[in-house]
């Protein structure tokens, strides 16, 4: 069974500033199968990459993914105020434990 | 546009069987994947299982306990998760997962229900 860590608990940035998360596999997965997901409080997760790379319908490209092997990162280039959230990496049916990123 | 909405009891007592149904609206479940994934009050989130074309898979973790279905005449699908206890307490999502057949890429989710809570309480 392939382990997801997301070691950053919480992310504090300001507005404007670049974001990095990062997601590590516990063996080395398939590329086409890391996938990225935004979650605000009281609300359903919503995709914004997938393939490790490819941005979902609707995303803006502020947005990017990259990684490969067990190393894996999300990247928000300037943050905007409705950024702030928790991001969840995943792998085919496991999940990783989530970022919060929230303003400091 | 493709919408889900899920329905069923908030509350289910120990021991018996949490039952939820998803109704897709404006595009038909006899192609893609459609899960359930759920996610204990303030804790991140647990893959439950899908169906496709009628076949199943579910995670190994919940497998014993867990049965999805669907109606295609309804363009409905359904969880049942039996002998619940309160660590099943969550808010429960019907997702789904866009690949069809043969696809290169991996499972995601594209498409989420608003989810609803189910507590297992006495």
């Known amino acids: 069974e392939i382990v997801l860590t997301q070691s950053s608990g919480t992310l504090s940035l300001s507005p404007g500033e670049r974001a990095t998360l990062s997601c590590r596999a516990s063996?080395?997965?398939?590329?086409?199968?890391l996938a990225w997901y935004q979650q605000k409080p009281g609300q359903a997760p919503r995709l914004l990459i997938y393939?490790?790379?490819s941005r979902a319908t609707g995303i803006p490209d502020r947005f990017s993914g990259s990684g490969s092997g067990t190393d894996f990162t999300l990247t928000i280039s300037r943050l905007e105020p409705e950024d702030f959230a928790v991001y969840y990496c995943?792998?085919?049916?496991?999940f990783g434990g989530g970022t919060k990123v929230e303003i400091k | 546009q493709v919408q889900l909405q899920e329905s069923g009891p908030g509350l289910v007592k120990p021991s018996e069987t949490l039952s939820l149904t998803c109704t897709v609206s404006?595009?038909?479940?006899?192609?893609?994947?459609w899960n359930w994934i759920r996610q204990p009050p303030g804790k991140g989130l647990e893959w439950m299982g899908y169906?496709?074309?009628?076949?199943?898979n579910y995670n190994p973790s919940l497998k014993s306990r867990v049965t999805i279905s669907e109606d295609t005449s309804k363009n409905q699908f359904s969880l049942k998760l039996r002998s619940v206890t309160a660590a099943d307490t969550a808010v429960y999502y019907c997702?789904?997962?866009?690949?069809?057949?043969?696809?290169?890429?991996?499972?995601?989710?594209?498409?989420w229900g608003r989810g609803t809570l189910v507590t297992v309480s006495s």
């Open positions: 997702v789904r997962d866009p690949r069809k057949s043969g696809s290169d890429y991996g499972r995601h989710f594209d498409l």
């Open positions: 404006g595009g038909s479940i006899s192609i893609y994947y």
């Open positions: 169906i496709y074309s009628g076949s199943t």
């Open positions: 063996q080395s997965v398939s590329s086409s199968s």
């Open positions: 393939a490790t790379s």
């Open positions: 995943q792998h085919q049916d496991t």
